[in-house]
């Protein structure tokens, strides 16, 4: 909400009352980042996030009243319950882990498979020497080419298996769609 997507502010999370320090870094707005605590976390933290004026690294210039865009103090007993979504101000929970139930997210890691056999548009005993395999979604795309690279397809060979990694982000309700591009030349150059 304070800065554009991109940039970074410093975040500091941290147990009320001066203990333990859970996170004492710099984020990229839009990014995840990671809170842990040695052993529980206390009841009342305290979230604070930093503007990081320009050309400046040292965390002590950095974390200073003037520079200081956002506090936020939680109360995250038991008698509370965490959500996944729940917003502390600028910061939302994406995924918690705990001993009961494991690891909790917002995002899906998801497989995607493929079996790649011969072109339908090229003729019958020629074969089709791949060059490039790109996954795209949304918001990333992905090249695969390493696992296709200089592989031939011929009308009679068994098809070519390779894959992809797809994270989902469940925290927006969105329609995914995945393109798949394959490029390949034949013997005589030309290009499918």
């Not at 910061?91 to 009961?100: G, I, R």
């Not at 019958?124 to 060059?131: A, K, R, S, Y």
């Not at 690279?149 to 068994?158: A, F, N």
Request: glycine fraction near 6%; charged fraction near 20%; proline fraction near 4%.
């Amino acid at each position: 909400p304070f800065e554009a997507s991109g940039r970074q502010s410093w975040i500091v999370a941290f147990a009320l009352g001066g203990g333990e320090v859970y996170h004492d870094k710099p984020v990229t707005v839009g990014d995840v980042f990671l809170t842990q605590a040695s052993n529980r976390f206390t009841a009342n933290m305290n979230i604070t996030i930093y503007d990081i004026p320009a050309n400046v690294t040292d965390r002590d210039a950095i974390v200073t009243p003037e520079n200081r865009l956002q506090t936020v103090k939680y109360h995250s007993s038991c008698s509370e319950n965490l959500y996944l979504k729940d917003r502390f101000g600028a910061v939302q929970l994406v995924s918690f882990e705990n001993q009961q139930q494991g690891l909790v997210s917002c995002f899906a890691s998801t497989q995607i498979f493929f079996d790649l056999s011969f072109p339908i548009n090229v003729n019958p005993g020629t074969d089709v020497i791949l060059e490039t395999l790109f996954l795209s979604t949304n918001d990333e795309s992905q090249d695969l080419s390493d696992q296709v690279r200089d592989q031939v397809l011929t009308s009679t060979s068994p098809p070519i298996e390779a894959s992809g990694v797809l994270e989902l982000d469940l925290t927006v309700r969105q329609n995914y769609v995945i393109i798949t591009t394959l490029t390949g030349r034949t013997e005589d150059g030309s290009r499918c």
